[in-house]
């Protein structure tokens, strides 16, 4: 698959809107992740304000290239029906790592910026957000048509594979 190999995380964006249908596509593409027992916790708040984006973007330090970016993704944990909480985080990454990759096969690039577990900025997206107490934020997700352009670099090492015993 291609799009892991030229996936790459882009951080400047073209100033394009993203179209409608394309948006529905990476949302479809994190429904498609695995997730424990199916649990399925993620929901997704799509952001295309350019004031929204730059509020999340000054709470969370860490999601700046939301600024310039045309679309945002907030990926979501919804916390009240989980079976296996413990899987949570593997669940929603799986989601997001979806998006990425969807985003490369459209022509789209993105970065994804962690919230979860960095509880200040947790209390201020949320607060923001407007999030019910079962719905906790679990990463931004800045996409656009990418204003840079690189080489992904191929990072398989036979240094880190391990057959049957460390």
Avoid at 38 to 44: K, R, S
């Amino acid at each position: 698959m291609k799009e892991i190999f030229n996936r790459f995380s882009v951080r400047r964006f073209e100033d394009k809107p993203i179209p409608d249908e394309l948006v529905v596509s990476l949302l479809k593409a994190a429904m498609q992740a695995p997730s424990a027992g199916n649990q399925q916790p993620w929901e997704f708040l799509v952001v295309t304000k350019a004031e929204t984006r730059a509020k999340i973007a000054e709470i969370c330090q860490y999601s700046k290239p939301l600024i310039g970016a045309p679309l945002g993704i907030v990926v979501l944990a919804d916390t009240s029906k989980l079976r296996f909480p413990e899987c949570l985080q593997q669940d929603l990454g799986a989601a997001s790592e979806n998006i990425l990759l969807e985003a490369v096969h459209l022509g789209l690039g993105g970065v994804w910026m962690a919230i979860m577990d960095f509880k200040p900025l947790m209390a201020g997206v949320k607060e923001y957000l407007k999030l019910p107490p079962h719905i906790e934020p679990f990463a931004t997700i800045a996409l656009g048509y990418p204003a840079e352009k690189k080489t992904p670099q191929l990072r398989y090492s036979e240094a880190k594979v391990h057959y049957e015993k460390y």
